[in-house]
């Protein structure tokens, strides 16, 4: 049977709750383990009492436990971007086993404006195909920003870690694909790259 416990924005949560975060108070109880109960929902608050719904009764160390977790939980805060760049792709499907430019942009260089701070590609294979990798490349300076090999077959957002060699003048960053394996008409495909700064 669902039961109730009240905590206290002032004593349990330091004096800062933001109602918008309540859901992911649910998965921070919830994840952590410590309660065998699932919590079910936490009601908005009005003024200092905060409601939260378990789908069983908590024994006096897990009610503990909640007050613990309460204080302890805080929410990243969100990425913050300058620029986001959406890249065109020539093609969505690529069948080549050697490294092919499929895209490219002017990045201004590190000096000039923030960072390439990441890279993701919605992208993913046939399943014939053995596995196929991305690289970021500053054509400029010959260098590579960041490789990275997948083996996806399911459409998924894949980001390309870790980023190096970031250009800091005025260059041309490519984008090139490839893949391993594959009958003569298996490949790869990529839906989008998106360049985050």
């Given amino acids: ?4 416990y009240t905590l ?4 349990d949560f330091g004096g800062s709750l933001n109602s918008t975060h309540l859901g992911q108070f649910v998965d921070h109880i919830n994840n952590d383990g410590g309660i065998a109960a699932t919590m079910l929902s936490v009601s908005e608050y009005t003024g200092d009492v905060v409601s939260c719904t378990f789908d069983g009764t908590l024994s006096s ?17 969100a990425e913050q971007y300058d620029n986001i ?8 499907k690529i069948m080549t086993t050697d490294y092919e430019r499929i895209s490219s942009f002017v990045y201004p260089g ?7 701070q990441k890279i993701i590609a919605v992208s993913y294979k046939d399943s014939g195909t053995t596995n196929y990798s991305i690289k970021a490349f500053d054509k400029d300076n010959s260098n ?9 077959t399911s459409e998924q957002i894949n980001t390309l870690t870790p980023l ?26 990529i839906e989008s790259v998106t360049i985050f700064i």
């Fill in 144 to 152: 590579t920003v960041v490789e990275n090999t997948f083996t996806n």
């Fill in 1 to 4: 049977m669902a039961q109730t």
């Fill in 85 to 92: 760049i959406k890249l065109d792709v020539r093609s969505t």
């Fill in 110 to 116: 590190s000096n000039h404006i923030n960072t390439i």
């Fill in 61 to 77: 160390p897990e009610q503990t436990t909640l007050g613990n977790l309460a204080g302890t939980f805080s929410v990243p805060d």
């Fill in 164 to 189: 190096s060699n970031i250009p800091t003048e005025e260059c041309i960053i490519e984008i090139h694909a490839k893949q391993t394996g594959g009958g003569s008409n298996d490949g790869f495909h």
């Fill in 8 to 11: 206290s924005v002032a004593s």
